[in-house]
């Protein structure tokens, strides 16, 4: 495993947990990154649950000055009506794939001030219409732990 804190370490650990090992530099945010970068680069290839990724903003992010209750911590936002800004916000949906967002939307906001580090979207159902994500946009998203299920809504 290259250096920094391993999957096993950072899957035992909650968001709280993770941002104290950082409050207490036990690990440095960047290495939590990395650490979730591979862990998406291991196994989305199968599941299909990012659609984009933030991986040089998140490093940027993880590297300079970090406040709140989960400074440091990597986070997902669904593709679902949450605008992340310069980023895609198609909502699982062909009619909205060119959508790119102006601005944050408030709770994108709440996310960065509570220092959380934004790292990719997730798929979502189209227009959140569906209990399950599959969209003709972004194919189907499996259950990471049953690859024949569905991951839900």
Partial sequence: MPAGISHEDYAAHDALGLARLVREGEVAAVELVEAAIRRAEAVNPAINAIVERFDEAARRQ?????????AGVPWAVKDLYHAVEGARLSNGSRAWQDNIAAADSELV??????????????ASP???LS???ESAL????????????????
């Fill in 126 to 128: 189209e227009l959140g």
């Fill in 131 to 133: 209990v399950t994500t």
């Fill in 62 to 70: 993880a590297r300079g000055r970090l406040e709140g209750p989960f």
């Fill in 138 to 153: 972004h194919g189907a998203t499996r259950n990471p732990w049953n690859l024949e299920r569905s991951a839900g809504g």
């Fill in 109 to 122: 906001g709440r996310f960065r001030a509570a220092g959380l580090v934004l790292l990719f979207t997730s």
